[in-house]
């Protein structure tokens, strides 16, 4: 039976697995087909929805929404939306992830600066975009084709 721990689990090993192919083998045709291609977080957010529907439709949370701090404290005080709510990080950290790196080999970025960028944005989100913005800067849009 699926449960709250197994659907996190199973989302952090597939969030792994694509930020392991980002930064292990950025340019190998599995990673494109898989990762750079949008798959995995395509499959992020079906789950998020899927997920989010079910705890907001079919078993909401006593006084939880989305119009305040208290309401979406009371929102992940259930274990569902708390689930969905890690779900929807690993997805945009992801999307974020893979324009980092698309962006990257158009601008010619080498592999070596980005790997501080996009593992400051698998663990820290905002801190990766950041300092991959920073970096950016540095490199000037190559005339190359995109991936």
């Not at 750079?36 to 078993?59: D, F």
């Not at 708390?82 to 080498?110: K, N």
Request: glycine share 6%; proline share 7%.
């Amino acid at each position: 039976m699926l449960t709250p721990d197994l659907l996190f689990k199973i989302a952090n090993n597939v969030a792994v697995m694509g930020w392991l192919l980002l930064i292990l083998a950025p340019r190998w045709r599995g990673t494109r087909a898989v990762v750079l291609s949008g798959a995995l977080p395509l499959l992020l957010a079906a789950t998020y929805v899927v997920v989010i529907g079910y705890q907001t439709v079919a078993h909401p949370a006593p006084g939880a929404g989305f119009n305040s701090l208290a309401q979406v404290a009371a929102l992940f005080r259930e274990p569902w939306a708390l689930t969905a709510g890690w779900v929807h990080y690993l997805c945009f950290d992801m999307a974020v992830g893979i324009w980092e790196s698309r962006d990257a080999q158009r601008r010619a970025v080498p592999h070596l600066v980005l790997l501080p960028c996009l593992v400051a944005t698998f663990m820290l989100g905002p801190l990766g975009l950041l300092l991959y913005a920073a970096v950016r800067r540095r490199y000037p849009r190559q005339a190359v084709a995109a991936i």
